[in-house]
Nanobody, 126 residues
Framework: QVQLVESGGGLVQAGGSLRLSCAAS????????MGWFRQAPGKEREFVAH????????DYADSVKGRFTISRDSTKNTVYLQMNSLKPEDTAVYYC???????????????????WGQGTQVTVSS
């Protein structure tokens, strides 16, 4: 069992930055690949970023590539999402998720994740 708790959301002006954190419980955090997703009002949950268990491989949605950076610190059981050059269209609830299956593809689908956090609101004003 893994429990995930996100933090770091808030209100920021367009062009600003935020860093989201996702703290995981349990001693097996390093065995999980981690993903960030977001969901805006009236829209489906969408993939944002993914990092593999070692931190050596990352993937980003085209809409955030070059602006967001995912990283992990296994000594702190935490995964981060650094968000720069924020846009109003980045406004959403952001969720982190843990995937306990070793895979070479498919991590952009929310269905493959085993555990989810409760989400943190990010609001970007224009």
């Amino acid at each position: 069992q893994v429990q995930l708790v996100e933090s770091g959301g808030g209100l920021v002006q367009a062009g600003g930055s935020l860093r989201l954190s996702c703290a995981a419980s349990g001693r097996t955090f390093s065995r999980y690949a981690m993903g960030w997703f977001r969901q805006a009002p009236g829209k489906e949950r969408e993939f944002v970023a993914h990092i593999n268990w070692s931190g050596g491989s990352t993937d980003y949605a085209d809409s955030v590539k070059g602006r967001f950076t995912i990283s992990r610190d296994s000594t702190k059981n935490t995964v981060y999402l650094q968000m720069n050059s924020l846009k109003p269209e980045d406004t959403a609830v952001y969720y982190c998720a843990a995937d306990g299956t070793l895979r070479t593809a498919g991590w952009r689908s929310s269905r493959i994740y085993d555990y989810w956090g409760q989400g943190t609101q990010v609001t970007v004003s224009s």
